[in-house]
């Protein structure tokens, strides 16, 4: 993080850097110093506070959607621009290379949209305000789940606070993007699977199953629930569970037969004749190992093929390709070098979500770049702020259910070295960043309590 500001913002105009990042910082800190401060033993304060918040929230999330224009871009727009054909019966693919031949496993979320527009009509409005209703959603859940971690209302608060001021975050509401939906479900997912009953992984497997239709990331979500389960629920103080596995299978299975019957489903309707299916992963391995792009989406990579070609000359092109990268990797001891840049493109750069929004298209160059600003300051919070809250999970031994969140993060951190990375693909598991920046903060306001006194508010 320190090397991105430094390059793109102090290099470029330190006196404006300075001056944003030392308000963001004020602010924070007085405003979250204010909401430590307030009483927390009272369930009627908890909760007008708590309603408060995600008010404010919506309320400047609406908002946003008025400062940025209506228009869709990039897969957003495929998704908004088919919807209606769909919904006419017209072929969502030409050829066996088109865009939902190859990536097939969006039509979930085609579904989605094409839902919204048969009930509200080719309204982009529909589709954002529900966005922000999803975004309210995940607030709640991230509030819920830090009460259930931590079992402190003030941190649940802080953690509601620093995730709802996070522009980067909440940025992409006015496009048709699936990540805020499928979000919220995985967040469901965690919260049901901490319950720890046999009911709670039964609906486990429903949202589970049901996001990953919807966002098909469930993979990775799946990985990190396993290995809990293996590590925390199946061995317990040298005994072996068989409870613990078997909960976790019948989140599992529930997740297959939803994740099946809907692929089958859209093969029999005729939507999509290849399901759900991914046929074109070799894709996100050409980008992720290219040291060119530093593993992102590159526009020289892309005119290197034909992509009028089929699907099984793409594919043999991709091999090659891939091979190429290996071997240029290889070649210049280049792997430890990639992913240290892949691992600042996604967790530590400005996440490009305000890019995607055609924001500069109706203010300034000067709006624009205070805008986008404005959104990395959120990143550079939760990145400091999820710092203290992983030492100071470091210093005192966690709860085993802190890491059903750490191990879905630690999986899709992983995966992400090797594949395509954008600054917006972490905006899944932001919520996680910020249950752990609320920690931190939580602690800097216990330090600073304990050395300058109690403030009663």
Known sequence: MGHFFTINYLKVEPVLAVLVFLCAIIFVGGVGYFLYHVRDDDTNLNRLILISLLLIFAIVAIIWLKLVPQTQVSDFKAFWRTAPKALEGKAIYKYDNDYFAKWAYQTGFLVYVMTVVKIFGHKVIAIQLLNVIYQVLILLMSYLLAMQLFNKVKIARLTVFILMIDLDWF???????????????????????????????????????????????????????????????????????????????????IYQVIFSAAGMAIKGSGLNSYGLTNRDSEWKFVVGLDANSNGSYDQGMVNRFDLKASRAKMSQKEHQIIHENIQNLNATHGWLKLFWNKNETLWASRSTTVDFTGFETQHSLRVSNLAKLLGYMGTIVLIILSWFGSLKLLKNNPSVKTFVLLLPLMAYAVVQLLIEVQGRYRLEFLPVIAILGGLGLFTICEWIRSKWGKMNV
């Open 171 to 253: 940025a992409l509401n006015s496009q048709a993007d699936n990540q805020y939906l499928g979000m919220l479900l995985f967040l469901v997912t965690f919260y049901l699977v901490i319950k720890d009953k046999y009911w709670t992984y039964a609906l486990a497997g429903i949202t589970l199953g049901v996001g990953s239709i919807i966002r098909p990331i469930g993979p990775v979500v799946i990985a990190g629930i396993v290995v809990y389960a293996l590590l925390y629920l199946f061995i317990q103080n040298n005994q072996i569970h068989w409870s613990g596995l078997g909960k976790v299978l019948i989140t599992l299975v």
